[in-house]
């Protein structure tokens, strides 16, 4: 399914934070938002999940305004998973899978819905924590439940919050392989906002950058990884070297202090 | 969309399907425990109390007004009369009240996503005591001797008006932040001090015979059950009831967070009017007659959490037994314990759940 932006315009009583942002991403591709804190990924990854509603603009699916579907088709259409959760009452793993079947349950659990679960712990390889709490379980397994559940809502787009963002080295590129397979073999579509430039140039088709509210640069990898578009973005003198994994940034310093000997 | 995986992992989908298969029968075989209890508890508290009264007795009784005519009982017997005139309103005044204060206080908990709350937490337990208190100290006042033998209608009415008044205030002043649940807890907190505010002043200023009244209603207690009032109270608290628990599947999925809640299709905000709703309508109009009966609305969806787990689908029927059995054992205990003389069932849960919540919280495998 194709979700396009159209000049969508969103603030908070105190400031403004999107400022007509328009843009399409393709079926079955997988799509970076980067940018500087503050520059408006999360609020612009909530309102394509129609978490926000915007001030002006509008998100189209396949053509069809958001807007005009109901609560429950869209719960079908767009799977979100936020950055940070605070669980207060701690449910196993099996129950917080379940959860992501919710908008396909009326009120049992069908052998059906059982078996779309037990697919989504395979896929993401924790078949030996279903039992487990979740407040018993490390940063990265938690994320892997996460990711769970949202498979198994079955959506056709997928929206991740900073997936990777409290993650280790080896836990980050798990998760985001585990992406990578997820559109290749299934044709959906992942958005996600990243932090690291370097995860993102790494496992992304196309990458879309923010600065202050407004898209500055998309294009693929290459073409927006460039050491001005980070000068002028970011505010940092970076290095950007050519890798096996797409470009690589180095940051060196922030713009306009002075030059230190190298280390 | 099939989830791809590869064809040699397919042998572990029978294991999962056995792991929710086993933890579902098991919750199941829990709640089917818990009502067995209830009804044990319910025949032990009719034959338990200061006239005696043999449980076959009971039995036969039972029997006699559900199939008439097989086990005929003679119906001035002083056992029938002890059995249904006395006790039985008393058990089922009992068992209403525990269920709707631990139901209401399940659901709140969930969808304040806090577990120190319990169906009073919105100021509600305020409200209706200040209404009882109104209706105390100036009801003969108003009404003159009508009150003498509507007393108890006149308190109940102004305890669940009041009581629900809360309820609006804390709406009133929660919609300007869009219902956020910090500002529905705090609300409450401050409409709560309110109300005890007007509470104390009434205190102040009614004269001994009406305040030894006004401290007693308040301690809670279930002598005022007749067959009337399990009439008037028994269909708003079923339907109440099964409202919140059609609304599990809801609440279940507000404990991910609210944005996920907001993903997975949940009118998060209409969620929380009519669940919030209803918990203050089915505690209010047990509390109009019973007084403030605390503990069982915290403690019973706490210790069901421990047996059952969160998944309120299986955790809103069960806290409801559990608080049932809880306050009907405790009134039980407060009218025997010191036979002739009752004591206000109030101070019974309270006596005993408090050290019981304890065990449980140092006990409970984290």
């Known amino acids: 399914m194709k979700i396009m932006l159209k000049d969508i315009c969103f ?14 991403v393709a079926e079955g591709e997988i799509l970076s938002i980067v940018g500087p804190n503050g520059s408006g990924k999360s609020t612009l990854l909530k309102c394509m999940a129609r978490i926000l509603k915007p001030k002006n603009g509008a998100v189209f699916l396949d053509g069809k305004q958001a807007a005009k579907i109901n609560t429950l088709a869209l719960a079908k259409i767009l799977g979100y998973v936020p950055q940070a959760s605070a669980d207060v ?15 396909h349950l009326k009120w049992g659990v069908s052998s ?3 078996d779309i679960i037990a697919r989504a712990i395979q896929f993401t390889g924790i078949a030996d924590l279903a039992e487990r709490r979740l407040d018993q379980l490390s940063g990265g397994q938690k994320q892997k439940v996460f990711i769970a559940r949202v498979l198994a809502q079955e959506p056709e787009i997928f929206l991740f919050d900073e997936p990777t963002s409290s993650l280790d080295i080896r836990h980050q590129l798990e998760v985001l392989e585990t992406v990578r397979q997820l559109v290749k073999h299934s044709k959906r579509t992942v958005i996600m906002v990243l932090h690291d430039l370097n995860l993102a140039s790494r496992f992304s088709d196309k990458i879309v950058m923010l600065k202050n509210g407004r898209i500055f640069a998309s294009g693929d990898p290459e073409a927006i990884i460039t050491e001005e578009n980070i000068s002028s973005v970011f505010g940092v003198v970076a290095s950007v070297v050519e890798s096996t ?19 | 969309m099939r989830i791809p995986i590869e064809k040699s992992q397919n042998q572990d989908f029978a294991g999962i399907r056995d792991l929710y298969e086993r933890h579902a029968t098991r919750k199941l075989v829990w709640l089917a425990a818990l009502l067995a209890l209830l009804v044990l508890a319910t025949l032990y508290s009719t034959a338990t109390g200061a006239a005696e009264v043999s449980i076959k007795e009971v039995v036969r009784v039972i029997a006699d007004k559900l199939v008439p005519g097989i086990f005929p009982v003679a119906g001035n017997s002083l056992a029938h ?6 006790r039985l309103p008393r058990i089922f005044l009992a068992i209403l009240t525990g269920m709707s204060l631990a139901g209401a206080g399940t659901v709140m908990q969930g969808i304040l996503r806090n577990p120190l709350v319990d169906p009073y937490t919105l100021g509600l337990s305020s409200g209706a005591a200040f209404g009882a208190a109104l209706a105390i100290v100036l009801g003969p006042v108003f009404f003159g001797s009508a009150f003498y033998h509507l007393g108890q209608y006149i308190i109940a009415v102004s305890a669940f008006m009041f009581g629900t008044l809360t309820m609006i205030l804390v ?38 015979e009406k305040l030894k009244e006004l401290v007693v209603w308040l ?6 059950a007749t067959w009337e009032t399990i009439g008037l109270i028994v269909l708003p608290v079923l339907i109440g009831l099964l409202i919140l628990w059609r609304l599990a599947w809801d609440i279940n999925a507000l404990s991910a967070g609210e944005e996920v809640a907001l993903n997975l299709g949940v009118n998060v905000k209409r969620l929380r009017i009519v669940s919030l709703a209803v918990c203050s309508l089915i505690a209010s109009i047990t509390i109009a007659f019973t007084g403030i009966i605390g503990f069982i609305g915290l403690v019973a969806p706490h210790i069901c959490r421990i047996l059952i787990g969160s998944d309120n689908r299986f955790l809103i029927p069960c806290a409801s037994l559990m608080g049932a059995i809880l306050l009907l054992m405790s009134d039980t205990l407060a009218r025997t314990i010191i036979a002739p003389t009752e004591i206000p069932v109030g101070i019974v849960t309270a006596l005993i759940g408090a050290p019981f919540f304890i065990y449980l919280l140092i006990k409970k495998r984290t």
């Open chain 1, 112 to 114: 059906n819905d059982i």
């Open chain 2, 171 to 208: 709406y009133c002043i929660a919609s300007f932040k869009n219902l956020a649940t910090e500002t529905l807890v705090l609300g409450g907190v401050a409409v709560g001090y309110l109300f005890s505010a007007g509470l104390s002043a009434l205190k102040y200023v009614s004269d001994d």
């Open chain 2, 81 to 86: 009369t002890v059995i249904v005139e006395l």
């Open chain 1, 245 to 263: 994994c797409g470009p690589y940034v180095i940051p060196l310093r922030p713009v306009g202090e002075p030059v230190e000997v190298a280390k």
């Open chain 1, 89 to 103: 009452f701690q449910a196993t793993v099996l129950e917080t899978i379940l959860m992501g079947r919710k908008p």
């Open chain 1, 11 to 24: 603030s908070y009583p105190s400031h403004d934070v999107l400022d007509e942002v328009t843009m399409e």
């Open chain 2, 219 to 224: 301690m809670g207690g279930l002598w005022g």
